[in-house]
């Protein structure tokens, strides 16, 4: 392993080997590898949103092996998804990728004003399908937010101790939060910082907007006069809540934007010292070479190829 | 070990060798070993209140190495903190300090009247760590309670079993109860008993006002003149409430107040016969020199070195 | 053994040896040994009541050694206590009285309609800390009772499977009772069956008045003149209504009353074939010395010596 | 994966695919990825041998980082080692070469003529540290092989389960071989296929004489005229002997020979359609540059670069 | 820590933090503390050998608490011993000396020559009794000693996992060896080299004489002119031989020499990077004064103050 990949397991070194060394799989596949910067490929929207709002649009999508193939062709660091979608594809990809078992969903078939998603597979499914890591999704605001953090730690104390990597999905939601608040930048640096005191070792957060939540936390930012007014500022910040950037921190797009816009989110990330993206819908609805184009611009600029 | 730490050791004698060693470790660590009291520094504000709120007035305090050297460069007993914070740092400083493992906590992004702590760690997890002691939040209170007895005495009774100390933060909260009522004398004897009761080795609570809360209670302060005028009374009411001083309490100061203030709290709490403090805010919220200033002056006063 | 103490235990001859020999070991120690009446001391208003409205009338009692030897020098067939105060004494005194652990407990700091007390301990920590039985609160009456049952129905298949002996608490309360009707005969008459019926090996309920509560009950004890007149006949009806009179069952005075009136409670319950007392605040709430005078008087009026 | 990947992994189609993936890990690592042919670097001769015997000749081999730098520096697919050589080294290598855990082994200290191996680690210590697969000895021909066959078929399921390949050194030996017929063909032949049938992924083999061993087996290979004339006669005989080719068989030097000899073996087992070399002392006991060039010569053998 | 325990410890990294704060605590523990080197006390010589053998010459020694004293007035940096010399002592020491626990044990009432000790305690024990580490006796070269390597393998992996260090007693005998050549230099180093790769974290040899036993090893100390002519020499051999010196190794003396003789013996292991002494019988069968005196002489020796 390279320097910068050495710098970063160090930041891991009271896990066990096994984790470390499944880190470095991730860290060191793709075209990213041995950057530092990672860009994974996540499709749990057929169980999150349902299959035409999500497949629709590229319905090469509807076949579970068509996102190995994606992530496999642009260079991904790894591929993540639900059981169902990674049992009916991998066995064509053996090795050829790093994968994330996504082990907690939620429909909106039934979409509560606080959520908690359901636990649909575990550690020794993660580890009959070769998986380098165990995914999981918290609701930070919601009701249910006790339920969902006590599963993810039991989940966590499992998979760490088979040498399974633990992927968060720190997403704020829930009655007590407006829908702006969600991605707040308080919000969100608080979303980190959860994620990452559960043991999180790789931490998914959606792009923090500029707006700050919760009153007590308003004071502070203005008190302290913290830097929130530019993308890259408020990424550096959540970076920072994130045990000043010691924990692995990647940002989720959202929904479609135009790719101009989403190259310069990318470009905030790297700037604002984020290890890279996380990208779904922008890449799996659209037809595989444009795809391909769009994540090969993305890793680009991580990469520093593409200014 | 010294007569006052065999002394101390002699209160917990129906405890195994392992907790008593655990304690012994604590007791004899750091600028106040050997004395009988201790100051201990938690940071679990992090999780709490958030990063920003927590972090921002001294950014050091992002990284989780800080807080191990704040505390080991201020000679503290102890350090506590969630399970996140210990992993991400404990690995440079094995066995320099004893750690705490604080395995429940509770975030404001959804922030009940009746609230309860999701559990984040566990006993498995201090023992890898190499912490002393498991650390617990229980709100004396609560609608929850029950379910946070329930969770602290199967805590209590796996980390005792290997040899693990209980800390218990004990902090009346909820519906049934004022604000102000949270603090009264009467409420904290209450949850030091409580804590006492449920098997705690040690008890951390709030220093309590002169307020008596509930209306049973107050018949009995008034009929038996028991003495709350004085901090230091409240303290040595305290303390008596956890089984005639035999059990060690420590105080948590709470939100910033002057300096002063707080050493003369400090010094309510020795001449009240408590045993230390538990100093969170007001020592990783300034800067390192100061807050090695400021936690030499509070250690001073317990060892009667500061008046 | 002699022959009383032959007889009782024949009532309990589907218990294990073990439970019979910690019945025994009851039933034949202190004062009243071999008489098959008992006294037993209980204190655990510390966590029922808090601190101050349990230990300020008599401060000795804040320390947990005290209650020890109080039931010591007073000659009591048992001591019950939760699990702190009996780990913070026991050292001091293995093997001095037959030990009761208090297995659940309830608090007054959220005083909810319908009750149900928290699982503070268990049969593990019976085992290690030497006890003769465990002891448990049931409040029939409660909405939640059913759990509170339930619980009950564990800890007792597991504290007999290792020969411990169970004594239950039956308290009435709850929204759909009176105040009044909590010590109705017809209620604590029910409450006495409802423990036995659930395996409880003592029972202990509180001392009955002539109240009828429950409107069905009313038609029977009117048809068929149930005699309830006098506290001795209530007695009767209640030790008839425990299995007629094959479980131990011994009563509560509850709030301090004047001595005299104690004492002629104590006598109804002799006359009236009860097993004995279960006196707390009574007692600790005074000087040892009275203390100590007040129970011989008790134990007196129970093996005759005192009119 | 690549065609020839695909069709050795389709062989293994009723393994999981986490087993399918951690023999990708290891087909698709080092200089001969890709090939299907390997070259893995064992280092168990510490323990079954002894250090200095092991060591002396290149003392850089004392140290634990040093194989695992060799095997990484000469792109070799994989290395195997006990527990304690992994533990001490893999922390600095986490991913850099896929591991195969040595899970039992022998010393020469009493060295029975019936031997039989002792247990010295497991699968959760093979999850714990990274590898992708565990190792086991097994001596068909010793009194005691029906032990080591019934501890094989455990940790072979366990392994299995959690996605971890199985690798089998099967080497006859015992009272009622001769020492020739250890390595005679018909032994050879009769140890893959004892392998191959108790679920090894992969079989390492000592490179079989033109010795027939067994009298029953000597009236059968002239019967039927088996070729075994020369060395890639009998390798592909014994390839043959594992499934028809269908499971891997790799094959051991043994002790140090001539570099010519050697180069002509791997070019029989190239020759006799056998998947590759396990070199242990022919490359850790010479320097290191001198090791890389002779590793490296080996590899362009299987790769075709080197006649 | 300081850069010299840093460095030790980073030996260790595949551990988790729990074991790496265990062996701190040893190695910053007494007046050795800090510098890298260790002196040990053990007493289970009166399992091994008998209590007249072992405490006749100095009769404090039969009480447990002796042993307690004299390691920890000697400042050493640990005391091993067996079960029930711990648990009748360690209730009056609790945490002021690192606690080993001798997990298994030998008699001579019947000495068999292939020797395998009892397992006589384990992890819970540890645990409870406050320990570091366990510790453990293999007899490479023991008929017997398959079971051994197994047991050990399973009481390491239980100890590792709940943060125990492991510190292994390994001695070669047994009916294939000469009573000589148990402590020849290549046995020696050979017992150091298998407890290493089961995972030793502390390894106890004797001290290793001129003697080669092992003919094949001969040839080879002879070829590679390994350097065994002075004590020192052998001492860094047998280093070495535990993984380039990356474990610690400490020696025993063995049965009573001469004072001067055993401080000789002292120089050798530090001047051949030796981490050290166990030392039992020449310490606790003198009077304590003698005892402090001689500790101090051999600890005077690591740390440099006595040449």
């Not at 929207?45 to 590229?58: K, L, M, V, Y």
């Not at 190995?68 to 062709?73: N, P, T």
């Not at 009655?175 to 959860?194: N, P, W």
């Amino acid at each position: 392993m390279n320097d910068r990949i050495r710098e970063i397991l160090s930041w891991y070194d009271s896990e066990n080997p096994g984790v470390r060394t499944n880190l470095a799989r991730m860290l060191n596949h793709g075209r990213l590898g041995g950057t530092g910067k990672m860009v994974i490929l996540p499709v749990d929207q057929g169980f999150e949103h349902g299959p035409a709002r999500s497949f629709a649009p590229n319905p090469a999508g509807y076949d579970p092996r068509y996102h190995f193939q994606l992530a496999i062709e642009a260079g991904c660091n790894a591929y993540a998804a639900p059981l169902g979608f990674l049992e009916a594809g991998v066995a064509d990809y053996c090795g050829d990728i790093p994968l994330i078992l996504k082990c907690n969903n939620h429909d909106v078939l039934n979409d509560e004003r606080d959520p908690i998603s359901a636990i649909t597979s575990g550690v020794s499914d993660a580890l009959r399908l070769g998986c380098v890591a165990v995914g999981f999704t918290i609701y930070p605001g919601s009701a249910e937010r006790t339920t969902m953090y006590e599963e993810l730690r039991e989940i966590t104390e499992e998979a760490k101790s088979v040498g399974l990597a633990v992927v968060v999905w720190s997403y704020p939601r829930g009655s007590s939060l407006s829908k702006e608040g969600e991605t707040a930048v308080d919000v969100v640096a608080y979303a980190a910082q959860i994620a990452a005191q559960l043991g999180a070792d790789i931490i998914k957060v959606k792009l923090p907007s500029e707006k700050v939540e919760l009153p007590e936390a308003q004071k502070v930012y203005q008190k302290y006069e913290i830097p929130i007014a530019t993308l890259a500022d408020r990424v550096r910040h959540v970076v920072q809540s994130a045990f000043a950037g010691r924990r692995i921190v990647i940002f989720s797009g959202g929904v479609s934007a135009p790719d101009d816009q989403f190259y310069n989110e990318a470009r905030a990330i790297r700037d604002g010292g984020g290890f890279g993206s996380i990208i779904g819908r922008n890449s799996f609805q659209r037809k595989k070479p444009e795809a391909l184009k769009f994540l090969s611009t993305v890793m680009g600029i991580y990469e520093g190829s593409v200014q």
